[in-house]
């Protein structure tokens, strides 16, 4: 169990090492329920390896990450995802030769289905209409469903990875750099989804390099440096913390 109240997912000494070198030093922090929280640092501080240990990509040396009450060191991707842990990825992650619709459903979890099965619950004949509209109504993709994914822009792309996500049924949505390569109206357009996520009770953890959007959305900024925590807290008071001034955002 967690020490912190209100907590869904923390990170208890986590370290991971590649060869020589520890990506993650005893690192430490939390998530509050309900909250954006934004991960900052330096390339190499140790973001995406946090981000991938704790959605089972990849295993931890040393450490415990607890999410809803459960550790889930040596648990797998999948299961991972089923206790309700959901991401985006740095590099956008898509099944090109599939459909905007193919790609949502991908995301369904249908008990005792098969992968393969999922393809057979169409928009027309399946219970799962209405959520796809929803979704993508929501992320304001407008392009017909049957549009393959590598027909899509690279912004189009950016947000049907995030619909994919969402269609999950998720507890913590995890999103790494959500704004890297995208249009300045794209970038405020998702800030105003991620308002409305949050207004809407959602959990969001998310990795950014974009300091205005951070400071200007987040609730909590937790700042790591050479793979450990530097410091967290309100943004207001990360923005005024020296060592964060002088590494980070350019005093």
Known sequence: MSNYPDTILELKNVSKYFGGVKALDKCSFYVKKGIITSIIGP?????????????????????????????????????????????????????????????????????????????????????????????????????????????????????????????????????DEPTAGVNPALRNKLKILLRKLRHQGKTILLIEHDMDFVMSLSDEVIVLDAGTKLIAGKPELVRKDKKVLEAYLGK
């Open 43 to 175: 390339n190499g501080a140790g973001k995406t390896t946090a981000f991938n240990i704790i959605a089972g990509l990849m295993r931890a040396d040393e450490g415990k990450i607890i999410f809803l009450g459960q550790d889930l060191s040596n648990k797998p991707t999948h299961i991972i995802a089923r206790m309700g842990l959901a991401r985006t990825f740095q590099q956008v992650r898509l099944f090109n030769n599939l459909s905007i619709e193919e790609n949502l459903l991908v995301a369904l979890d249908l008990p005792g289905e098969r992968f393969h099965k999922c393809f057979f619950y169409t928009r027309k004949s399946g219970p799962y209409k209405k959520k796809v509209d929803e979704i993508l109504a929501l992320v304001g993709l407008s392009k017909p469903l049957t549009t393959l994914a590598s027909e899509l822009s690279y912004g189009q792309k950016r947000l049907l990875e995030l619909a994919r996500a969402l269609m999950m049924d998720y507890s913590l949505l995890m999103l």
